[in-house]
């Protein structure tokens, strides 16, 4: 099947069925479509608990990875370019409504369809920006989408659009995840990788807002606090692709900036996601989480807080990649936490509703 995403182009899924409508969906299989999970195994049995997520929850996504954090383990759910498209097949298959299946595929250092997998060799943000060639860039980017097309997914966490603001940070610009410190730079390339994905029938998703590019510090291990070190010229690179492209997805950063909000990071802020990337900025596509299970959130904040924070602040759809902890049961968690604050009218039915129109509207515009 193909879905229709704003005015610019079409996007490619594949599943065993097509959504309900909105009416008589339930409270609970709606909450499942603001999840996205990480999961354990190279192919789906019968006794994978991913099944029943998808199946009896109605989760709206999955994420793969190469490597198995908790365990050390060398083996996710990526082994080879047949095995990684017999998964997504197979996930495919068991969902009623069509998921998002993603992946953290931006190259260079942090890609999962790896090399030593059988596939491509990849070139960092950090390299083209060097370049600074768009034809390049639009080589590398439309290598990249058909691939992740071919594997059967339909989401990329990318392109990053942080400035690279501190070189010396550990997370970007050591990595080399960030096009260049020139938000136009960032903008040409970022650009040019979007509308390649799209094209391609992947949807891009701009990371990390409102700007990881300044901290010093790593939010897979604690808060990083930018406070000092941000500056408004990071919110360019967004403010441009939302102004003059149909951009469905942006990815929250776990960094605190007491200067947007004095209280909680962004992953969890009204002022930073509601009032900055909804109003200022005019977003309207889809909002993703960073992994709620990183130590910024996990180690700050209960689960409770966290979900109802991150609901109410707008975002659209929470991560949990299973993959800093694994914790299987999660979804299940999730789900029953938000219900009953939902029930206790702590976060509105309306919001739910909203969060799930806006995920609907990418996977029920069928051509």
């Keep these: 099947m193909r879905i229709l995403f704003g005015m610019l182009l079409v996007i490619s899924f594949s599943a065993s069925g097509c959504a309900q409508p909105a009416g008589e969906v339930s409270l609970e299989n709606k909450i499942g479509q603001m999840l996205m999970v990480g999961f354990r195994g190279t192919e789906i049995d019968a006794g994978n608990p991913i099944v029943e997520d998808i199946r009896d929850r109605n989760i709206g996504g999955v994420i793969l990875f190469d490597y198995d954090v908790p365990s050390q383990h060398p083996l996710r759910n990526i082994q080879s370019a047949d095995q990684v498209k017999r998964l997504t097949e197979q996930l495919q298959h068991l969902a009623s409504t069509p998921l998002f299946i993603g992946i953290d595929q931006e190259g260079g250092q942090v890609v999962r369809l790896k090399p030593r997998f059988g596939f491509p060799q990849t070139v960092s943000a950090h390299y083209l920006g060097t370049v600074n060639n768009p034809d390049t860039t639009q080589l590398h980017a439309t290598q990249q989408a058909r691939l992740l097309d071919q594997q059967g997914f339909n989401v990329n966490f990318a392109p990053v659009v942080d400035l690279n603001t501190n070189p010396e940070n550990p997370v970007i610009g050591k990595l080399d995840r960030s096009y260049s410190a020139d938000p136009e730079v960032v903008t040409t390339h970022a650009r ?114 966290a979900l109802k924070q991150a609901i109410n602040a707008g975002v659209d759809i929470l991560v949990f990649a299973n993959n800093s902890v694994f914790e299987e049961d999660i979804a299940e968690r999730a789900i029953s936490v938000i219900s009953r604050m939902v029930e206790r009218g702590e976060i509105s039915r309306t919001t739910i509703e909203d969060s799930y129109k806006r995920i609907m509207r990418i996977k029920s515009t069928f051509e």
């Design 192 to 305: 040019i990788v979007a509308r390649e994905h799209l094209k391609a029938g992947v949807i891009p998703v701009l990371k990390h807002f409102p700007g990881h590019g300044s901290a010093w510090n790593d939010s897979h291990k604690g808060i990083a606090d930018v406070t000092e070190t941000w500056q408004q010229v990071e919110l360019k690179p967004y403010a441009n692709l939302i102004a003059s492209d149909s951009i469905p997805a942006v990815m929250t950063a776990h960094v605190f900036n007491a200067k947007l909000d004095s209280t909680y990071p962004a992953t969890l802020s009204s002022p930073v996601l509601d009032e900055l990337l909804r109003d200022r900025l005019s977003f309207e596509g889809l909002i993703f989480s960073d992994d709620m299970q990183m130590q910024a959130i996990r180690s700050q904040y209960g689960l409770e807080t």
